[in-house]
């Protein structure tokens, strides 16, 4: 009777762990399919905070009409410049975003596969097959 007893208790624990193993088995896929979106809004977030704030350019420095109190149509070509490169950046943040969010998206695939040859190096280790000569370590004395 006593084995009953303990073989219920056991019962009870392993459908008990089988419980959390599965609860973080739904964890592990709802992180998976959530944190790259969360990853890159909360990159996002931190670069727009991280940016200057620039003044909103004027439609006269857009057309070419000179800046009034500003240097006249040196400036104007200035803002034209700062537009320009200002829409290189952002055209180089976006790729960048983008390669960051793909990265993370490829993690799982990429540690999964780690996994596997860590654990096919752990068997190639624990082989006591013949190693051909060639492959073995000279001792040195």
Do not use: W
Not at 20 to 39: G, S
Not at 56 to 63: N, Y
Request: some cysteine; overall charge neutral; proline content about 6%.
């Amino acid at each position: 009777m006593k084995r009953r007893v303990g073989s219920s208790e056991e019962e009870e624990e392993n459908e008990e762990l089988e419980r959390d193993v599965k609860q973080m088995a739904e964890k592990l896929l709802q992180y998976r399919t959530t944190l790259p979106d969360h990853l890159r809004s909360t990159f996002t977030s931190v670069l727009t905070a991280q940016r200057p704030v620039l003044p909103p350019p004027s439609e006269s420095a857009l057309s070419g009409a000179p800046i009034p109190d500003a240097g006249g149509q040196v400036k104007s070509i200035e803002g034209l410049q700062d537009a320009e490169q200002d829409q290189e950046i952002a055209e180089k943040l976006q790729l960048l975003k983008d390669k960051i969010s793909s990265n993370v998206s490829a993690m799982p695939i990429v540690l999964k596969r780690m996994k596997e040859c860590i654990s096919k190096i752990d068997k190639l280790d624990s082989y006591n097959g013949i190693i051909h000569p060639a492959f073995k370590r000279k001792k040195t004395s």
